[in-house]
Structure formats: structure tokens, C-alpha cells
């Protein structure tokens, strides 16, 4: 693998190419994944911390492939973030998420809000804010109904494109949320900057909150922080009940993670809502 460039082709090992075809596979499906309606959008709530109560729901892709059965995000995301497929399929996304959060309305008699993840290359697409707005007018939600959930890597760039594309939206009266908050190494000083409205705390930090003093300490810093900023914190991979009692002490806004309940499929989701609107 220390070659590069298309002459060192032949020094491939062979378990390299094995790779390649593998991927190269996986890309051709992932371009008729589309087509052919593979792709499917699970959800799971995200609950004020302290009554458990329903905030807003994420949506989160899944891919029902014939061969390879549903595929998981992390296995497909990086490869469509490289091919550029993450543009279409991210659209695809935010049509779907926007129509069924609307749909929700009629079984709550409320607005649910949705969050949809955005991966850096379709945030960077020229296209982008367009593409949002038009899947608002498309279903009919209304802006603050949307959270864009960006990860934390993306908003280290520091780019003057960014902070414009985030300024936009935000202008638009769309949320945005730091995802995966406490991974990037950052220097703190983009969330003054920045126009987020939330900061989802990583799943890592809130995993072993009862079990490591410093993970502990950490989330609690976090918390802090944000409120300070005057940003609402939501604690993702909450797991057991003991974890919540932590997060209401600490004064945490939202929780989501398998406690409550895991991502759903539409339908199961539904029946979740009626089940658990209070
Ligand atoms: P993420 O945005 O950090 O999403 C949270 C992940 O944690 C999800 O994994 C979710 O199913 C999982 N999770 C939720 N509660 C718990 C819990 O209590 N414990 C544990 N261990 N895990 C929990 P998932 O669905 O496999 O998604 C993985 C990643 O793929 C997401 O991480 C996100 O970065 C990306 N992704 C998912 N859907 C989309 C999408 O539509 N577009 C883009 N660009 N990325 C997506
Ligand atoms: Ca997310
Ligand atoms: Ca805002
Ligand atoms: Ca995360």
C-alpha cells in the first residue's frame, strides 16, 4: 500500500484487490440502491431528560440490500461520502424525514420535531441548502422543525463556507445540532461562533458515566459549558436507568439511546407514538 497512483496497480496483493472488487461491488449496488427503493429511514425518540417525555425524533438510514441483507450506516456511509453518492441519497433522506415527521401530527395531534444527519460532503454540495428548503416545502414542515445534526469533524474545517452555509440555515429558522460532540480535539472556540442551537454529547463520554469518575466529570463539564453558551445538550447511547438519573442531576436537556428505545423501523415507530405520547 505504500505505492500510489494508477502505475502501481499491479503491486496490489491480492487480498487488496479482493478488497476493491468488494467495493467496487458495494458501489454498483449502492448506485441502483435508489432505484430500487433500498433504502429505509429508522427512528428514535429523544426525550426530555426529566419527565422522559417525547422532544423530537432522529432519523437514522438503513439499507435493505437482497444479497447482503440491511446494512448497517457506518458500513456504507464512508463509501458514498467518497463516490459522491451521499448527495442523492442524503436527499432521499431529507424528503423522507420531513414527510413522515408530518405524518406524525395526525397520531400526536403535535408537532414532532425530526433530526436528520449530514455528512460533510453533502453539506459542502453547492446544492445544499437548496435541497433542504426544498424538502420543507415539499412536505410542509416548518423549519424549526428540522434539526441538521453536523458532526463535530466537519466544523473543525473552519472554512468561510461553512460558517455561511450554517449562517443560511440558520437564518431560515432551521436547528443545528454538534454531533458526536467531544471527538474532534477542538478548540472550543467555534460554538461562540457558530450559530448551533444543541450539542449531542458522544455516545463514548456517556457510556461509562457510571463506572469512570472522569467520563463522569467530563459529561458534567459539557453540560455546563453548553448551558453557559446558551446551547441545550442532549446525551446520545443512554443505556440503563442509572445513566438517567445521572444525566437529571447534572441538568442534562434530552436523552436518546436504547433505555428508551432503539431506532424503528416506521411502522414500529408508529405504534411506539401511540403508545408512549403523553
Ligand atoms: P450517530 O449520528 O452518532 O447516531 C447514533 C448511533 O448510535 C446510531 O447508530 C444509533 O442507532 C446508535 N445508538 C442509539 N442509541 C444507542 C444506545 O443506547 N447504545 C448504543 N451503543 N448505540 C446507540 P447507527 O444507526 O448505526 O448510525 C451510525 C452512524 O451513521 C450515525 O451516528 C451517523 O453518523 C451515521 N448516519 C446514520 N444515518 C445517516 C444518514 O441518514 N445520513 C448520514 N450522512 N449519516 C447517517
Ligand atoms: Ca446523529
Ligand atoms: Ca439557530
Ligand atoms: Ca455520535
Given at each position: 500500500a505504500k505505492h500510489k497512483g494508477k502505475?502501481?496497480?499491479?503491486?496490489?496483493a491480492p487480498e487488496m484487490t479482493e478488497v476493491s472488487h468488494e467495493r467496487l461491488q458495494m458501489e454498483s449496488r449502492m448506485r441502483r440502491a435508489l432505484e430500487l427503493n433500498e433504502f429505509e429511514l429508522n427512528f428514535q425518540p429523544i426525550v426530555h431528560t426529566d419527565s422522559g417525555n417525547l422532544c423530537s425524533v432522529e432519523a437514522l438510514l438503513r439499507w435493505n440490500n437482497p444479497t447482503m441483507g440491511t446494512v448497517m450506516p457506518d458500513r456504507f456511509i464512508p463509501l458514498a461520502e467518497e463516490t459522491g453518492l451521499i448527495i442523492p441519497i442524503g436527499e432521499w433522506v431529507l424528503e423522507e424525514a420531513c414527510k413522515t415527521a408530518v405524518s406524525w401530527k395526525e397520531i400526536t395531534g403535535r408537532d414532532v420535531g425530526i433530526s436528520v444527519n449530514v455528512s460533510p460532503r453533502q453539506f459542502r454540495d453547492p446544492g445544499f441548502t437548496d435541497i433542504v428548503m426544498r424538502a420543507l416545502s415539499n412536505s410542509g414542515l416548518a423549519a424549526n422543525q428540522l434539526e441538521l445534526e453536523i458532526t463535530e469533524r466537519l466544523i473543525l474545517d473552519n472554512s468561510i463556507e461553512t460558517a455561511e452555509i450554517l449562517r443560511q440555515l440558520d437564518r431560515a429558522g432551521i436547528r443545528l445540532s454538534v454531533d458526536d460532540?467531544?471527538?474532534?480535539?477542538?478548540?472550543?472556540?467555534y460554538l461562540k461562533s457558530y450559530p448551533f442551537d444543541t450539542l449531542k454529547i458522544d455516545k463514548s463520554f456517556v457510556q461509562d458515566v457510571m463506572k469512570e469518575p472522569e467520563d463522569a466529570s467530563l459529561v458534567r463539564a459539557i453540560i455546563n459549558m453548553a448551558h453557559s453558551l446558551g446551547l441545550r445538550v442532549i446525551a446520545e447511547g443512554v443505556e440503563e436507568e442509572a445513566q438517567t438519573h445521572f444525566l437529571k442531576q447534572e441538568g442534562c436537556d434530552f436523552s436518546q439511546g436504547y433505555f428508551y428505545s432503539r431506532p424503528l423501523p416506521a411502522r414500529d415507530f408508529e405504534s411506539w407514538l401511540k403508545t408512549n405520547q403523553r
Open positions: 502505475s502501481s496497480y499491479a503491486h496490489f460532540f467531544g471527538t474532534g480535539y477542538s478548540a472550543l472556540s
